[in-house]
């Protein structure tokens, strides 16, 4: 027992001894190159010597490379449009990172990991390659984790994709692109209803909590229950009689700068929905186009919205004509699916779509883009006016998700909201055909007793896939859709 207290008492002392000659070692380095750090070696003892250079540090984890995932559709490079952190800032689990665009759809990066950001990768308006990194993240794990895919997020993502949040105690399940918007409009998620799978607050849940907070109106889903008004408070404002009209919600413009002359070229690369154009159009160049234009009447329809306006005011949306001209198409299709087919690229098969995705083409700061309103053969004229204030409202703010840009079996363009007659669309590939709506005018016509009347016309402009649609298809469906917007009350019959 002795020899081994003796051994370590040597391995001790030996310890302490090494410890003081790289002490003295150093501090002859330091002698050398500052003289004014030489100390008196004699008034340091050895174990004093060893105590000074013991130092505590804080183990940082590994930084990881945080890359660009698979966002899906065979999209390969997306545009940075927005970065929601800088060097030096602390994420958590689920926390914004930043905002791309592809050709499809913006899309919501989100990180894994909580850490801090220790680089960023890419400039606003950079073009960013699937697979690459995004940002350097120095994370708060051990060095046991491995590095993954970052997250995406689209606003319109699939209900088996949404993440949760532990939000006072109880979990709060939102995607987040939701909770985003809550932070932005001050909105504690916990005081919020959703109305989603198993309680998922949806971004609609978000926009009818506010339009509550402010008395605003808002368009809700489709899909979802009408509620009631709230009750106005007591301190409030006298709530508006029945005879008082409430203003319909506008959709918001973007406002035209004043255009500046630099006397210089400008030469940019082409990215985003732009990009996306060049792509789609040329793909349509190969398809043999054939025309068809016609007029149609819609005085009696233009009654007919008169009368509804002011009820669809009161159940919170804005009704315009787009609805009735989309459910009288989906009810064309019924009769002729073929206009409402796809071509493989061998041309070797037709498919026939059982849904009726209806796009409508929007003209939106960041291009064009054609989102689409899913299953029109199964929505009301209400149902359609709901969705399609829904995707005019996030159209303008750039929130369309890749769902809603995707999937869509037939168009029409409403290129009369800008100010036209007649034009020549172009067909959007896998479809086989689009309408072009103009402007309603009030022209004189002859009624039946041969007698001139004030008429409220349009003109539709109908191209076809001349490869598997012929010419008395397409004038047989215009006649039908024409016949139902001249009489509209003869939809009735045929809703479901």
Request: hydrophobic share 40%; proline share 7%.
């Amino acid at each position: 027992m002795a020899a081994v207290t003796t051994l370590r008492g040597s391995f001790t002392f030996m310890r302490r001894l090494l410890s003081a000659h790289h002490y003295k070692h150093c501090c002859s380095r330091l002698q050398t190159i500052r003289p004014e750090y030489r100390l008196n070696h004699s008034s340091i003892s050895i174990h004093q010597q060893y105590r000074c250079f013991r130092a505590s540090y804080v183990k940082s984890g590994p930084i990881l490379q945080f890359k660009l995932s698979d966002i899906g559709e065979g999209i390969m490079e997306v545009t940075v449009k927005e970065w929601y952190v800088k060097e030096g800032d602390k994420v958590s689990q689920f926390d914004s990172i930043c905002e791309v665009q592809s050709d499809k759809a913006s899309v919501t990066i989100t990180s894994r990991y909580d850490g801090v950001i220790r680089k960023l990768y890419y400039d606003i308006d950079s073009i960013a390659l699937v697979g690459t990194p995004l940002v350097d993240i120095e994370t708060d794990a051990g060095p046991e984790v491995a590095p993954e895919e970052d997250i995406v997020e689209t606003p319109a993502m699939a209900q088996d994709e949404h993440t949760h949040q532990q939000i006072k105690g109880h979990k709060t399940q939102a995607t987040p692109a939701v909770r985003r918007l809550a932070m932005e409009n001050n909105i504690k998620l916990s005081e919020v209803v959703g109305t989603g799978k198993d309680g998922r607050i949806l971004k609609e849940d978000i926009l009818n909590f506010l339009a509550k907070q402010t008395g605003a109106i808002l368009p809700p889903s489709p899909f979802q229950e009408i509620e009631p008004p709230p009750p106005a408070a007591a301190a409030g404002p006298p709530a508006a009689t029945p005879k008082e009209k409430v203003p319909p919600p506008s959709i918001p413009r973007p406002v035209a700068p004043m255009p500046v002359f630099t006397g210089k070229d400008v030469t940019e690369p082409l990215k985003g929905f732009h990009k996306a154009m060049v792509r789609t159009m040329t793909a349509a160049l190969k398809i043999p186009h054939f025309g068809y234009c016609d007029e149609v009447d819609l005085t009696k329809l233009v009654r007919l919205r008169s009368e509804l306006k002011d009820l669809a005011v009161s159940r919170g949306v804005k009704l315009s004509y787009m609805p009735f001209f989309i459910k009288a198409a989906s009810l064309g299709l019924l009769h002729f699916p073929i206009l409402n087919a796809s071509l493989d690229e061998s041309c070797q098969n037709i498919t026939y779509k059982a849904s009726h995705n209806i796009g409508l083409a929007m003209d939106t700061a960041q291009g064009l883009i054609v989102p689409n309103i899913k299953n029109v053969q199964l929505l009301s004229v209400y149902d359609i006016a709901l969705e399609l204030n829904r995707l005019q409202t996030m159209g303008s703010t750039g929130q369309l998700g890749t769902a809603d840009l995707t999937g869509g079996t037939f168009t029409l363009s409403n290129i009369g909201s800008i100010g036209g007659t007649y034009a020549k669309p172009v067909i959007l590939p896998p479809e086989v055909a689009i309408g072009a709506l103009g402007k309603i005018q009030v022209l004189p016509r002859f009624d039946a007793k041969g007698e001139v009347v004030k008429a409220h016309i349009m003109n539709i402009s109908w191209s076809a896939d001349h490869r598997i649609i012929d010419g008395a298809t397409m004038c047989r469906f215009s006649n039908m859709w024409r016949a139902y917007l001249e009489n509209p009350a003869s939809m009735v019959i045929d809703l479901k």
